[in-house]
Structure formats: structure tokens, C-alpha cells
């Protein structure tokens, strides 16, 4: 069982339109992180969560650490947000970190 | 700034030799990370060091791989020998706290022959 959860794996979408990605994790964290993968290959760290709501341009993430659940949106979306988002978390215990497979998102003119 | 820089872009080698990858964190970063990414495992976390001291290597697959960070400044990732099944993308980052939102490097593509 993958310690970090994410769905959809692959996500297609046209150009304006609202997007989630969801990600669910088993273990007790002391931080979220969101990651972002261009096809060229690089890394991006877009957010770390620890609580409540984070908001960058049209980037918005959210942790809930009762449910274990946190979720990216990405609001009026456009063809260079096509990436792979990856959630990770590092646990509060042990200093583990733990990486979800990742969405890959295309995003359509 | 010029960002976490990692060195070199790309390395082919033969199976059996020592390969050697290089970081060099943002200045003033105290956390530094290796990471390695393949197609079957995804991303994962090797090892990563605060304040030049390793931390968590629980992620270094065997002996054969070793990290070094002899300064705040640089970090190397040893490989020795090297096998096929260590081909992947290896990324390293930095940050000002473990936690603290990371910076990557554009990683060194490894392919051993």
C-alpha cells in the first residue's frame, strides 16, 4: 500500500476550466508538499502546507489533516499548466518522506 | 541567484564504474536533498543533510551509493559500482529549513550501460 494517494493519475482538460487533483495520504505528517513537472524534466515546488489554505496566482491548495486529504486546484487553466503534479509528505515521525505517483495534466487550447 | 546547480547534465557510463554527481545547494540554503526518479519508482527521496550533517539516508538503495557534503556549499552522490538499474534522473534541493519549500536543481540524467 503507496503511503501517498493521488487521483486522477491522468487528467485531461480544456483551456478555462477549474481543476483538482486530490491527494490522500496514511501516515501523520509534519508538511505537505506540491510539486510540479514540466515535460522537459524540471522540478517545481509550488506549495508546503501544514494547515488550512495556500494561494499562489491561479494555484490554490488546500490540507484538511483531520482527513488526511489534501487537494490542488488550479483555476481558468491554461496549456502551460500541462505538467505532472506530484504530492509528497514527510512524516512526523522518523523524518520519512513519501511521494505520490503524480497526475499528469494536459491541459487543451 | 542562480538557483541549486547540479553537474553534470548528463553521464553514460559502463556498468562497474564510479560515477560521481555534484550539487552546489543555493547560497545560505541549510537543507540539501538527493532524489533519484525512474519511470517504475517514481520520485524518491536517497538522502538529505541539514547543516552538512546526513540526517535520513534510509532511502540509499545499497552501499554501492554514498553522499558526501564536505561544506555548505557542495554535495556530491557516489555511485560504486555502477549498475544498469541505477539509469535514472537524479535531482538534488535545497532549502533554507527542511520544510521550507524547496528549490531543485535540473537533475543529472544517468544512463549506465
Known amino acids: 500500500k503507496n503511503e501517498v494517494e493521488q487521483s486522477p493519475q491522468n487528467l485531461t482538460a480544456q483551456e478555462g476550466e477549474f481543476i483538482t487533483i486530490n491527494c490522500s495520504y496514511s501516515?501523520?505528517?509534519?508538511?505537505l508538499h506540491w510539486l510540479q513537472q514540466h515535460p522537459g524534466g524540471g522540478i517545481v515546488s509550488l506549495f508546503m502546507?501544514?494547515?488550512g489554505k495556500k494561494k499562489h496566482g491561479r494555484l490554490i491548495a488546500t490540507i484538511n489533516i483531520q482527513e488526511k486529504h489534501s487537494s490542488l486546484h488550479i483555476t481558468a487553466s491554461h496549456p502551460r499548466d500541462s505538467a505532472v503534479y506530484i504530492c509528497?509528505?514527510?512524516?512526523?515521525?522518523?523524518?520519512?518522506?513519501?511521494f505520490g505517483t503524480g497526475t499528469s495534466l494536459t491541459v487543451i487550447p | 541567484d542562480a538557483g541549486v546547480i547540479q553537474s553534470p547534465r548528463h553521464e553514460v557510463t559502463e556498468m562497474g564504474q564510479e560515477v560521481t554527481l555534484r550539487c552546489k545547494p543555493i547560497?545560505?540554503?541549510?537543507?540539501l536533498f538527493w532524489y533519484r526518479q525512474t519511470m517504475m519508482r517514481g520520485l524518491e527521496l536517497l538522502i538529505y543533510f541539514n547543516n552538512n550533517v546526513p540526517i535520513d539516508d534510509s532511502g540509499m538503495p545499497e552501499d554501492r551509493f554514498s553522499a558526501k557534503m564536505p561544506n555548505a556549499s557542495f554535495s556530491t552522490l557516489k555511485i560504486q559500482p555502477s549498475e544498469p538499474r541505477d539509469s535514472a534522473v537524479y535531482f538534488c534541493?535545497?532549502?533554507?529549513?527542511?520544510?521550507?519549500?524547496?528549490?531543485f536543481g535540473s537533475g543529472t540524467r544517468l544512463t549506465v550501460v
Open positions: 547560497s545560505g540554503h541549510n537543507s
Open positions: 501516515v501523520g505528517i509534519s508538511a
Open positions: 534541493a535545497s532549502s533554507l529549513q527542511q520544510n521550507y519549500g524547496y528549490t
Open positions: 509528497a509528505v514527510c512524516s512526523n515521525t522518523g523524518n520519512q518522506f513519501y
Open positions: 502546507l501544514s494547515s
